[in-house]
């Protein structure tokens, strides 16, 4: 099945420096891709999502890139901001529908 | 916006007893439902996937007798661990599939925090 890895686990940045989070993925039949920003005790958030026939996707301050070859995505914050701080996992799944599985996590903390 | 409704937000209940966690679909029907528990700090693991009308898709590893999940309806699921035990303590989650317009995305639950004393 699908095993997802993600990197950091922990990333602490500068209020304004950018953040980068990295994930791989095994199966290369995935073709949905999301990002969810989750708060203590609260349900994930979808901040970003990006499908397999697009390489890159940019919503404001945030942008996801994809590599299918190389199966892996990232996650781009700019102009980070202490709001931001909080658990981020990436996700696969084979269609947008499906299961998703999740990344272990990368806790991000931004230092004002 | 699709909202799905989860209760109870936190229980504590005794080793050895059942509890009962319920989502439920507001505005839409889902014939699907995943399940997912999530450790402290931790990642949110895949337990099962409920659909309607059909017996319930438990990811390896998952024992089913102890994690019992029944799709009752198109806006109901249910999951109930019995004989619970401390280490069934965690963070339960349901999350519903994006709607028919595609628009919605994966609706997540509110989440139950079970501790078992």
């Known amino acids: 099945g699908e095993n997802v890895e993600q990197h950091p686990s922990t990333l602490s940045v500068q209020e304004g420096d950018s953040a980068v989070i990295k994930c791989t993925y095994s199966?290369?039949?995935?073709?949905?891709f999301p990002w969810y920003k989750q708060e203590l005790g609260k349900r994930p958030q979808l901040i970003i999502d990006?499908?397999?026939?697009?390489g890159e996707k940019k919503d404001q301050r945030i942008a996801v890139t994809l590599n299918k070859t190389a199966k892996h995505f990232s996650l781009h914050i700019t102009e980070t901001q202490p709001e931001d701080s909080a658990v981020y996992f990436c996700?696969?799944?084979?269609?947008?529908?499906?299961?998703?599985?999740f990344g272990a996590g990368t806790i991000l903390r931004v230092k004002s | 916006g699709a909202v799905v409704s989860q209760h109870p937000s936190r229980v504590i209940c005794k080793s050895g007893t059942s509890v009962k966690i319920e989502c439920r679909s507001l505005?839409?029907?889902?014939?699907?439902m995943f399940w997912y528990r999530q450790f402290p700090k931790k990642s949110l693991m895949l337990m099962a996937t409920?659909?309607?009308?059909?017996?319930?898709?438990?990811e390896q590893g998952v024992e089913k007798d102890k994690f019992l999940i029944n799709h009752a309806s198109l806006t109901l699921s249910t999951l109930t661990v019995t004989s619970a035990h401390p280490e069934d303590s965690s963070f339960y989650i349901c999350?519903?599939?994006?709607?028919?317009?595609?628009?919605?995305?994966?609706?997540f639950g509110s989440g139950t925090r079970l501790t078992v004393v």
């Open positions: 999350s519903a599939p994006p709607g028919g317009d595609s628009s919605t995305g994966y609706t």
């Open positions: 199966d290369s039949a995935s073709n949905y």
């Open positions: 990006i499908r397999s026939n697009v």
């Open positions: 996700a696969a799944s084979r269609t947008y529908g499906n299961k998703l599985v």
């Open positions: 505005d839409f029907q889902a014939t699907t």
């Open positions: 409920s659909n309607e009308g059909s017996k319930a898709t438990y």
